[in-house]
């Protein structure tokens, strides 16, 4: 399976060295703005030594995905760019039936139209929190609360110290199990990377799932789940909900 | 909804006060072999006061299952004795069409054959361990392992000094996720209730279930779940695994 | 060692029950305001065998604290009753030179006045929290807080859904470690007994105390402490962190 | 205060990146054996901005530590390299009174007989894991331990999975407490960067002291805070506990 990435952060590297290191697809190429490595060799860039690898980093500055598509034909590709990138490839992605992978946070109403509209012609994958430990933990969560709806609920997460405001996935773990935001507590000391814990307070016992990062490499990992579900997908819209909870129920061995 | 209990040690007190104290189901009797307590008033003997509750401690000595079902019917009988008390009121239940829970840990293989030949008459339960939150975290557990067969599994459990050997929760814990047992840390130190850890281990990311014990009486919301789930089944043999896995796949909510 | 014991509400019990499982120290009363349970055997009530065990329950109803400290003299009397407790028995136990353990968690300036007052003629020990574990760990974390003051520090609390307020105990280690309340995380659910984590935050390591109650009984283990530290004490009055420190400093091995 | 580096692996790199950006100590140079990076200005290297630091990358192919002496004077010199190293400078070192601060893990008998050797003419610092936090929780531990001797304690370490044996840090904690080894449990899963948990369980309460590592730079926190407080030795032979003890003691405040 071939991939292209577009955007090439500090995630977006983290990304692409997971992808590099894996069996089950290549990193054909990688797209950003900036023209700052432009043409360094991906394998290289890493110091990741495999003939199955031979990917390049290219800038908009002087190719357009289309032409990208055309010289280095992929299955999937993967935007860790920003909310404007789906606007430069969707169009041609899906005419290809090349699916998409997107993990941009923050799209606007208008944009989810638009990964909708694209995904009557092919595979569009979107998390905001791509993370593969978060999301089984939003999945999992959501399973204890309809087992005991009224079991005790509480979310503390533990940031660095610099992190401003409560962090994103609490609250949206808060959202899905229908928890009040005062319910989550954020430490906020040194350097700690990132940790969630969802506290289930039954009377004579009580149940916690933690999920604790080490890296964001684990990004990654959430990309290569999503892409290996995908697959077999034709086309459609699909979310983590939608491709981990074949897993709770049996019908994956 | 009815419940009769049989056997009233440690537990079995536990689970009686769990019982009295809810409003779905009213507590018809205790039957203990003992004659310490006999003829008591339950409600007055946990210092409840409700008037729906009106059970008595019986005792074999003086009174069979048999008897007590004729005198004080129930839907439910609840079984926390021995392996043994399954023989004294399996078959009468069986023909009431009452349905047995089960809590028994340490049957052999003929017990349970006995238990699933009633299971063609009534609905029967059983569960070595009934626990609400350790069964939640044996089904969540799986489905990780499922969705993620190559992370690194390791079960550390916590409990009182005095405690033998490793806990039998943790290797049905190992079992279920085909983990060796060589992966379970025992961990024992002063008075600790009882803590069931089990860490996956990714490249980038950690995730922990976490079960920890605060009193016995978890048995009894152990037992008013199982119960809740089978007010609805006629007859069958029934596991923590079959009761959960319904609120995993969303077919309830 | 002699020990009298004033109040048996349920901390006093618990307390009570660790005493007389100590072999350094005996139980020789308890006097208590209630007449219920009055001239009950302690070992008896306890179901705890052991000949050198004696005492009985008397009630401030039929027996004043100077008649009881003739009639079966101690060595210390320790106080779980009120902040009113004191005035009915501090004179008459300064008198004989009975040393005084406190543990009245409000008392007001005019009460902490008298105890001092008291101490210039006997050891008087109070403690507001009198945790072994507690204490202990308010004392590292003062020594981390010297040692690094600059780290990030945040005190999360957890106890059962209805304890209301924030944990008095996490304000005094808030105090103690000069830390705003603000950086105090409370989470209530469920049947927690009990914790306190002391988070250290270095930007390339985390230091975390935590303190987890099992059970009322451990009032007693830090009672039995502070008797163990006065016993060579003649007078003088004494905190926790003075009969701690010494353990810190070597000065103890 | 003036200091150079011996050792440029993976710990010096993130040592030297740790100094360079402290204000109280200055990097005057790095001294390593290989070429590689010979000559490149250490606050380009790390792209780091301040004009008070303008070190260099020197080899002991090209200079020696003597020359090196003579031509950047330092008041410390910190030593990341082998257990060779200290017989390159140490000799030059102590003429001078270059404090010495070494972090080499497994010197042998005659290497610390070396060491003392030179302390009698300038001060020298030996820790085999300089981190700040598990010095602090080796004598935090040891004040519980001498506070309650008869406490349970269990030690638990985590680490990523390719990490052979039992960590020398858990050895060397269990020593310190008198702990057998077989109360170590060895957790091994994905990239947990490192864990230490000190357990102990009282009867009716448990303390947990951890210590969790996020990356390599804690080595530099540790190196600095040695040097701290070695500024007003003039000779002498230190460990961690000879510099952590007076903060325990309360004779710094």
């Known amino acids: 399976m071939k991939v292209g990435l577009i955007g090439f952060g500090r995630t977006g590297k983290a990304v692409a060295s997971t992808i590099i290191q894996n069996k089950e697809f290549t990193l054909e190429w990688v797209l950003r703005r900036k023209t700052v490595l432009e043409n360094r060799s991906l394998p ?41 990138g789906i606007y430069t490839y969707g169009q041609e992605a899906a005419e290809r039936q090349i699916k998409i992978i997107s993990a941009i946070s923050h799209y606007k109403k208008e944009d989810i139209h638009y990964l ?13 929190n791509i993370t593969l430990g978060v999301n089984y933990l939003l999945l999992a969560s959501k399973s204890l609360k309809k ?27 808060a959202e899905a199990l229908d928890v009040k935001a005062s319910k989550i507590s954020s430490i906020r000391a040194g ?30 990992t959430g990309v290569l789940f999503a ?8 086309k459609g819209y699909y979310n983590y909900e939608d491709i981990l909870t074949p897993y709770f129920n049996n019908s994956k061995n």
């Open 227 to 234: 892409a290996h579900n995908l697959i077999d997908k034709k």
């Open 44 to 84: 290289e860039f890493f110091g990741f030594d495999d003939e199955n690898e031979k990917g390049r980093i290219y800038s908009t500055e002087h190719i357009t995905p289309d032409e990208l598509f055309d010289m280095h034909p992929v299955d999937f590709v993967i935007d860790f760019s920003s909310t404007l």
């Open 147 to 173: 087992i005991a709806p009224f079991v005790d609920i509480e979310v503390v997460e533990e940031h660095f110290k610099q992190k401003e405001g409560v962090s994103g996935t609490a609250v949206k773990i």
């Open 191 to 220: 350097g700690i990377v990132g940790k969630h814990e969802i506290i289930f307070g039954f009377p004579f016992q009580t149940v916690r799932l933690t999920h604790e990062s080490i890296s964001r490499e684990a990004f990654g």
């Open 116 to 128: 909708k509209e694209l995904s009557k012609r092919t595979a569009v994958f979107w998390s905001p």
